[in-house]
């Protein structure tokens, strides 16, 4: 039986079943209401890591989850990524991890998030027009200020995450991955080696899960949902494995968290293992 439970850089106890906030509407009136219940509603139901990011509404995601879970109970940790900026043509959103621009974004999570210290910052992506020098070393900075507690990474290479095990203690790696599009396996293989969580984001392919067969008959099997199943399997593949899934409406957000309770069989998991598709690329 997979462990529900995984502590982060070794100490930040959280559950494994997380809560991906990007999705949740920013706007005012009803769907600002809506959301608000959505992450209030996955804390009552013992979600303890909730993600969100600067990239998500510019920190209007970050204001959201404050409002509707500041002062935050004890356990939870709100984990946020910075490295996507404004700062294209035209305001375009580019990726930008000058040291400037991360801790000015990092700044404004302390302040939007209502805290002292975040837990556990992620850098959004590695800006190639940045040295990596520069990034990690800003980030390794913040970190001896006290403004971060633990570093991690989003969307690496496995020599990307050796060449930053270098100069930061990496805790925590966020790549797409999931039990249709296994692109970043090396990456997650190396993360186990080395006892780093793995957050996956978009855990669940989005709109093909239940189209595939052979996950719709060993949902059927388990009395669940493809999506449950397709959540089960990430909690059974790897110890670190954390995922994350995001939703807008709370039967939804229910669906994903019992996905606890979906015990696989080796013969069911083997039978999951072998299927894979071609990469879907997207944002997180």
């Known amino acids: 039986m997979a462990t529900t439970m995984f502590d982060i850089g070794g100490d930040l106890g959280v ?10 509407p920013t706007g005012p009136a009803a769907d600002r209401e809506r959301s608000l219940a959505v992450a209030r509603r996955a804390v009552e139901l013992g979600v303890t890591l909730v993600d969100t990011a600067h990239l998500y509404g510019g920190g209007a995601n970050e204001e959201l989850l ?4 500041h002062p935050y109970p004890d356990g939870l940790l709100v984990t946020t990524k910075v490295g996507v900026a404004r700062t294209g043509p035209g305001g375009d959103w580019r990726l930008d991890g000058r040291p400037e621009i991360l801790r000015d974004q990092v700044d404004q999570a302390l302040r939007r998030l209502r805290v002292d210290r975040i837990e556990l910052l992620q850098l959004h992506r590695v800006d190639p027009e940045t040295p990596m020098a520069d990034q990690l070393g800003t980030l390794r900075e913040l970190q001896a200020e006290g403004k971060v507690g633990r570093l991690g990474l989003s969307e690496v290479t496995v020599a990307e995450l050796e060449e930053a095990r270098e100069t ?82 709370i039967d939804h957000l229910e669906e994903n968290l019992a996905a606890e309770d979906v015990r696989l069989t080796p013969a069911q998991r083997e039978r999951l293992d072998r299927l894979r598709e071609q990469p879907a690329h997207g944002g997180d």
């Open 168 to 249: 930061i203690d990496v805790v925590s790696v966020q790549n797409r991955y999931n039990l249709l599009d296994r692109e970043h396996e090396p990456v997650l293989e190396a993360c186990e080696a080395a006892g780093i969580a793995f957050l996956p984001w978009r855990p669940v392919a989005a709109g093909t899960t239940g189209e595939r067969a052979e996950i719709a008959a060993v949902a059927a099997e388990c009395a669940a949902t493809p999506t449950q199943v397709a959540l089960a399997w990430l909690l059974a593949r790897s110890p670190v494995l954390l995922p994350i899934p995001g939703t807008t409406r």
């Open 15 to 24: 559950r494994r079943l997380g809560f991906g906030a990007m999705h949740l």
């Open 66 to 69: 404050a409002e509707a879970l």
